[in-house]
């Protein structure tokens, strides 16, 4: 029956990618191999957390990023092995990473059709303490052959083709959306492969549970402040929702998809564009939250209707189950 059948035929990523190529015809099996060296960048970084606590890899690696933050050894290192990977791919024009100031561009010789944002490891301030981090990512397609500048990479969330992300956590679970639902693969590290473990997922169109830095409450703008508030204090006598916040986006994200509920980083005062990148942590996630039958919102508008100015742009974001965000959106109409 249908779980010996997954026991025994294997759906590893890469047969669910080739299965998924063949839904266009013109497809060169391009996609799949760059998917590939995405999914062996995630390997290295899933075993380099591992035993990031034996193998001297905590701690700070010494330099500032473009994002002023003071990068960890896990940064620099889950960003090269990525771009390595990427531009080795021979699949790949422009290259964003959060780690990186401005843009890569592939070199002629191995310059493909594809542009990869991404966060090589995202939760960075998790890691010493060995709570889940990630990896984030975000892929657009360029025409044929042209040589890919930084337009090519600011481009709408509606324009991205595929998104994932991989959290390394008690397993190391990589979500993915090629834009025909939202798939989940776990590492079966005794095969080096990921299987499928959650097919076809779909968030609850309604969560108990609301995810925010509660400690930026006092520059919170209302609708936000009211949105907590009705959380914390329901009127119409339901029960409050709980609170949970892990700190590291794809750990809060993968739980929202899975339970429901909604997860929130605000612009407020002192950051009026909030904190998290558009285009390798918004983009991405937003993706992934609207294939799965949930939405995503800036304040202002459908999230991946955004179109960056900055490859490191920054915007608001509120994210997860379709009603929940809803009510988000509706508190921020009264308020326009
Ligand atoms: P990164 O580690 O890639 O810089 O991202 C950290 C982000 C994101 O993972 C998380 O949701 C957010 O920072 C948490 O920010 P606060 O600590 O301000 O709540
Ligand atoms: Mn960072
Ligand atoms: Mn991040
Ligand atoms: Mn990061």
């Given at each position: 029956h249908a779980a010996d059948a997954m026991r025994t035929d294997l759906m590893t990523i890469t047969r669910y990618v080739l299965n998924e190529q063949s839904r266009f015809p013109e497809a060169?099996?391009?996609?799949?191999?760059?998917?590939?060296?995405?999914v062996l960048g995630c390997k290295f970084v899933c075993s380099s957390v591992s035993k990031a606590g034996l193998a001297k890899l905590i701690g700070l690696a010494g330099e500032t990023n473009v994002?002023?933050?003071e990068q960890k050894k896990l940064d620099v290192l889950s960003n090269d092995v990525f771009v390595n990977a990427l531009v080795s791919s021979g699949r790949t024009n422009v290259l964003v990473s959060?780690?990186?100031?401005?843009?890569?561009?592939?070199?002629?010789?191995?310059?493909?059709r594809y542009c990869v944002v991404f966060d090589p490891l995202d939760g960075s301030s998790n890691i010493d303490c060995g709570v889940s981090i990630g990896t984030i990512f975000g892929i657009y397609m360029l025409?044929?052959?042209?040589?890919?500048?930084?337009?090519?990479?600011?481009?709408?969330?509606?324009?991205?083709?595929?998104?994932?992300?991989?959290m390394?956590?008690?397993?190391?679970?990589?979500?993915?959306?090629?834009?025909?639902?939202?798939?989940?693969?776990?590492l079966d590290p005794s095969l080096g492969e990921f299987?499928?473990?959650?097919?076809?997922?779909?968030?609850?169109?309604?969560?108990?549970?609301?995810?925010?830095?509660?400690?930026?409450?006092?520059?919170w703008d209302a609708p936000t402040t009211k949105y907590v508030q009705n959380a914390k204090f329901p009127k119409d006598g339901a029960s409050p929702k709980s609170l949970r916040y892990i700190g590291s986006m794809v750990a809060d994200v993968h739980r929202t998809l899975l339970y429901g509920g909604i997860f929130m980083y605000p612009g407020d005062k002192k950051s009026p564009k909030g904190k998290l990148?558009?285009?390798?942590?918004?983009?991405?996630m937003s993706f992934l939250m609207e294939q799965?039958?949930?939405?995503?919102?800036?304040?202002?508008?459908?999230?991946?209707?955004?179109?960056?100015?900055?490859?490191?742009?920054?915007?608001?974001?509120?994210?997860?189950?379709?009603?929940?965000?809803?009510?988000?959106?509706?508190?921020y109409a009264e308020a326009a």
């Open positions: 060169r099996g391009d996609l799949t191999i760059l998917l590939n060296n995405i994002q002023g933050e959060e780690e990186i100031e401005d843009a890569i561009f592939v070199e002629k010789a191995k310059r493909g025409k044929d052959g042209i040589e890919g500048t930084v337009e090519d990479v600011l481009q709408p969330g509606t324009a991205m083709l595929a998104a994932g992300y991989c390394y956590g008690s397993s190391c679970t990589l979500v993915l959306s090629t834009g025909a639902g939202v798939n989940g693969f776990t299987i499928l473990t959650h097919p076809d997922i779909k968030i609850p169109k309604k969560g108990k549970i609301y995810s925010v830095n509660e400690g930026n409450a006092m520059n990148r558009v285009l390798y942590e918004v983009f991405p799965a039958g949930g939405q995503a919102f800036t304040g202002k508008e459908r999230a991946l209707e955004l179109v960056p100015t900055h490859i490191h742009d920054r915007s608001p974001i509120f994210l997860g189950s379709y009603d929940d965000v809803e009510e988000i959106k509706a508190l």
